[in-house]
T-cell receptor
């Protein structure tokens, strides 16, 4: 049982380049989330989705776009990367209710130079 | 809005007991989670409280007082592998339909021999 899988695990981008981070879950979770984690800032929610075909903004959505075309996949896009987007990105998924909380992917370490 | 406060760092001795406190202010409170995060890894679920009182799971216990906006995580019989960051995460009741968790910056616990 893979849980939540993120690809890639590491990436270095030049300023202005674009890329897509892929998140896949095999637990049939309804909800999916993208967080970024920076030193001293904790985990901050970028975007989230409550179901296939739906997305919504979190705390820090600027500079990112997302899509959820299939229930098991949640994509995070950076159209024009900036050094301020250097961070560790975590995808997570959960059921719509209950005490199980979130299951996190292993993270993507992104550096923008 | 959300405001989460927990100590930045703590040090404790192997075999001892340590209590990590968390105070929070959040609109529409709907439970509180504790996560453990080892350096360079994803957060993993530790405990969940939705009602006042103590929840015990082996060496870990978590307490919640909703009226005080206060929770603590108690770790007993500390082991070296417990050295990690511990994240307090109150959950906000669904507004747009997502169970958003909000994370504190975490408490970095160092266990010394």
């Amino acid at each position: 049982n893979a849980g939540v899988t993120q690809t890639p695990k590491f990436r270095v981008l030049k300023t202005g380049q674009s890329m897509t981070l892929l998140c896949a879950q095999d637990m049939n979770h309804e909800y999916m989330y993208w967080y970024r984690q920076d030193p001293g800032m904790g985990l901050r929610l970028i975007h989230y989705s409550v179901g296939e075909g739906t997305t919504a903004k979190g705390e820090v959505p600027d500079g990112y776009n997302v899509s959820r075309l299939k229930k098991q996949n949640f994509l995070l896009g950076l159209e024009s990367a900036a050094p301020s987007q250097t961070s560790v990105y975590f995808c997570a998924s959960s059921y719509s209710r209950g005490p199980t909380g979130y299951t996190f992917g292993s993270g993507t370490r992104l550096t923008v130079v | 809005g959300q405001n989460i406060d927990q100590p930045t760092e703590m040090t404790a001795t192997e075999g001892a007991i340590v209590q990590i406190n968390c105070t929070y202010q959040t609109s529409g409170f709907n439970g509180l989670f504790w996560y453990q995060q080892h350096a360079g890894e994803a957060p993993t679920f530790l405990s969940y409280n939705v009602l006042d009182g103590l929840e015990e799971k082996g060496r870990f216990s978590s307490f919640l007082s909703r009226s005080k906006g206060y929770s603590y995580l108690l770790l007993k019989e500390l082991q070296m592998k417990d050295s990690a960051s511990y994240l307090c995460a109150p959950r906000r009741a669904p507004q747009t339909g997502a169970n958003n968790l909000f994370f504190g910056t975490g408490t970095r616990l160092t266990v010394i021999p």
